[in-house]
């Protein structure tokens, strides 16, 4: 009998939205394929994983990307991201040879991000197959915010060849134009369903 088919997932915390979207098609995925094994990695608490995730998973409970440096729930701090952006690709192939050799040891069927870039470069270099899926990717947004700095070409390359080494990217609608991923598969918009509580609020509401 063959071993159950082991997906290795990687959600952002940069928030809960990344959750929000990944977690709807983990319990699909699940749904039709109940043996299926595992591995979230995320910075994200337990908790709040297994709160939007109805199958079993192992935790990995760390960060491979941050997104944006935030002043508060929707203020930006460009300084202090560009300075976190230099710090990580001045260590760039040590990072991605880090995540390869994780994946080595894992040995997951597939590599699925929203939308850490940085497991799709260490998946490429394990030969191992990966997706990434978001309405958004950090690579749009690192150039809308920093191509004009002399600094920037080269990590926002990087960021690239990273989205673009995955199989394709699903684009969840409504989303960012992606026009420099040709991998690019626009998918409908993802939700969790809710359940039908009318009653019980016309109880509470009188």
Request: charged residues 20%; hydrophobic residues 45%; negative net charge.
């Amino acid at each position: 009998m063959n071993p159950p088919a082991h997906l290795f997932v990687d959600i952002s915390a940069h928030g809960f939205g990344h959750l929000a979207q990944a977690a709807p098609v983990l319990d699909a995925l699940t749904g039709r394929l109940p043996d299926l094994r595992l591995t979230i990695r995320s910075g994200l608490p337990t908790d709040k994983l297994q709160a939007r995730i109805s199958a079993r998973f192992s935790h990995l409970q760390e960060s491979s990307d941050f997104g944006y440096v935030m002043h508060d729930a929707v203020s930006l701090d460009l300084d202090a991201t560009a300075q976190a952006y230099r710090r990580q690709h001045a260590r760039w192939d040590e990072l991605v040879e880090r995540d390869a050799r994780l994946f080595s040891g894992l040995q997951p069927d597939l590599v699925f991000s929203d939308v850490a870039y940085l497991p799709l470069a260490g998946a490429a270099r394990a030969g191992i197959p990966s997706v990434a899926m978001c309405s958004l990717n950090w690579a749009e947004l690192f150039a809308h915010f920093f191509s004009s700095e002399d600094w920037a070409a080269t990590i926002h390359r990087q960021m690239l060849d990273a989205y673009q080494s995955a199989e394709c990217f699903l684009r969840v609608t409504p989303g960012m134009a992606m026009a420099d991923l040709p991998r690019l598969r626009p998918v409908g918009p993802i939700a969790a369903r809710g359940s039908d509580c009318r009653q019980a609020l016309r109880a509470q509401l009188g």
